[in-house]
């Protein structure tokens, strides 16, 4: 019976189902056993494995995990020191869906600093979560059976500061959910992926309450609203702290708008070539040298097709938001093998 698929409850995002089974990418990079680059990580020695401070101030390290799941049903009260109340959670969880073996598919990194908490999986190192420190509530250590159980509560209430994001509730579907809006040309493929990515990146700064404010200038712009104005609206949402943001917006700008957009933006400030750092200090190229020859790719479409696309993209945003909105606590659950 633990062979038979189950179906999902809303609670549980599985990140087998939703992360690593639709990646054709994944699946044939786990067939070649492709190489996997060596981890940014220290030598920790028992008994009690400490990392120097200074290194988790000043630099991030990083461990092979596997990532269970995230369970997003979690009440307040949960007591993470609690063995027995954290094991009928798991119990609770394997019943919706949590997977009771772990598989080379389940490969993960996990980067520590002091500032957050970054997993990715091992292979294309895409994003999984992404947690702030201040925004962990709990952590708890188990051993059941095999496994070394790594359980972190998280809250997904009004964060405070400017770099509060959505419950972890909204990490899993946002790929899955955007990427059903991709069609068309290679071209236009690509330009929708950057408006996935684009929601990422505002994920991790933004509040729920302000990437709700940003689908309804978004969809308002598109409905007419004069560019002067969405940019002034922009710049407001973000603040001087996050205006950098506004550069991966090029993907929504259409061609007859980008002139005033671009010179918007060397009026505050920034200019072409800009980066973005994530907590690591790590660089990413922003979209902006891509980004051009996606949004032409848009005007060429016929003006039905373009609006359809546009739409679902928006519709999928919106969906998404009002799923985070209602979130109680959540638990991120990993599994660490100390070897």
């Excluded at 509560?153 to 009004?158: C, Q």
Aim: a neutral charge; glycine letters at 6%.
């Amino acid at each position: 019976k633990q062979n038979q698929p189950q179906p999902q409850e809303r609670g549980f995002v599985s990140p087998i189902k939703r992360l690593v089974f639709p990646k054709a990418a994944r699946r044939a990079a786990l067939r070649s056993s492709v190489y996997r680059r060596p981890l940014h990580s220290v030598p920790l020695y028992p008994p009690d494995y400490l990392i120097d401070p200074q290194i988790l101030l000043h630099d991030y390290v990083e461990k092979e995990v596997k990532f269970l799941g995230h369970l997003t049903w979690v009440t307040s009260s949960l007591n993470p020191s609690s063995r027995d109340e954290v094991l009928q959670l798991l119990d609770t969880a394997r019943v919706r869906g949590l997977p009771l073996q772990t598989t080379p598919e389940q490969d993960s990194i996990l980067s520590l600093s002091a500032r957050c908490l970054l997993l990715t999986w091992r292979d294309n190192e895409e994003l999984i979560l992404r947690i702030p420190t201040h925004e962990i509530a709990a952590a708890s250590y188990l051993r059941d059976d095999a496994l070394h159980l790594l359980i972190l509560k998280t809250g997904a209430g009004v964060r405070p500061g400017a770099t509060s994001r959505a419950p972890r509730g909204c990490q899993g579907p946002e790929h899955g959910g955007l990427a059903t809006a991709c069609s068309g040309s290679d071209q236009s493929g690509a330009g929708l992926e950057q408006l996935q990515d684009y929601m990422v990146t505002l994920r991790n700064k933004l509040s729920p309450q302000e990437i709700q404010q940003f689908a309804i200038l978004l969809r308002e712009y598109r409905l007419g609203t004069p560019v002067q104005e969405y940019c002034t609206e922009l710049l407001r949402l973000y603040g001087d702290r996050r205006k950098f943001l506004l550069l991966g917006m090029r993907p929504f700008i259409p061609d007859q708008d980008i002139g005033y957009f671009e010179t918007f933006l060397e009026s505050i400030g920034i200019r072409e070539g800009g980066i973005l750092t994530d907590s690591f200090g790590r660089i990413k190229r922003s979209m902006s040298n891509t980004s051009a020859s996606a949004v032409r790719s848009y005007d060429s479409w016929s003006l039905r097709s373009e609006n359809e696309s546009f739409n679902r993209i928006i519709t999928d945003i919106t969906h998404d938001i009002e799923a985070c909105g209602c979130r109680g606590d959540t638990c991120a659950v990993i599994s660490a093998d100390f070897n």
